[in-house]
T-cell receptor, first 115, second 114 residues
């Protein structure tokens, strides 16, 4: 089974600053999809950004962008101009094209935004 | 469009009992997946249903079961509850089965087993 590793259990960032959350994964597949989800205290997981492995270009969604390094199996999330509302648990997830909607999640990074 | 709805939000059960959790997907979504979230194990895949058929199952004992109805609503059942079943159970729906269809999650059901 694929494994997803988030090595930073906790991170903090000053409001308006930039922070990068790390994620690595292990797979033997060449085609797959990667996601970052955010889970605020409300408990609902919210999709932040997604990346297709066959695309060289890094995905961006407003203040959120990724640094996808396929050879290194690394998928980090950069949050620019951090806002108080960005405080949450962030989960990196891997999805294989062969297992439907079975996602493999990392253990999460708790992000604190300091005013 | 209404989001994924899970009921109830909280449940307290006693060891040995059984429990049923409900999930209504986003309208038009035919795929429903269930995940268990605990502090120790993180998010773990339980199973996925598509058009009333179980498509995929995670590594959980047979006490965990589910089903999907013709309107895509899904239920998850846990029998003979154990203390270790205490967790947040998340349901997610998806528009398709393709790998680029993201999961849309509900708020979860917090199950406490005493």
């Amino acid at each position: 089974a694929q494994t997803v590793t988030q090595s930073q259990p906790e991170m903090s960032v000053q409001e308006a600053e930039t922070v990068t959350l790390s994620c690595t994964y292990d797979t033997s597949e060449s085609d797959y999809y990667l996601f970052w989800y955010k889970q605020p205290p409300s408990r609902q997981m919210i999709l932040v950004i997604r990346q297709e492995a066959y695309k060289q270009q890094n995905a961006t969604e407003n203040r959120f962008s990724v640094n996808f390094q396929k050879a290194a199996k690394s998928f980090s999330l950069k949050i620019s101009d951090s806002q108080l509302g960005d405080a949450a648990m962030y989960f990196c997830a891997y999805r294989s094209p062969n297992t439907g909607n079975q996602f493999y999640f990392g253990t999460g990074t708790s992000l604190t935004v300091i005013p | 469009k209404a989001g994924v709805t899970q009921t109830p939000r909280y449940l307290i059960k006693t060891r040995g009992q059984q429990v049923t959790l409900s999930c209504s997907p986003i309208s038009g979504h035919r795929s429903v997946s269930w995940y268990q979230q605990t502090p120790g194990q993180g998010l773990q895949f339980l199973f996925e249903y598509f058009s009333e058929t179980q498509r995929n199952k995670g590594n959980f004992p047979g006490r965990f079961s589910g089903r999907q109805f013709s309107n895509s609503r899904s239920e998850m059942n846990v029998s003979t509850l154990e203390l270790g079943d205490s967790a947040l159970y998340l349901c997610a729906s998806s528009a398709g089965t393709g790998p680029n269809s993201p999961l849309h999650f509900g708020n979860g059901t917090r199950l406490t087993v005493t």
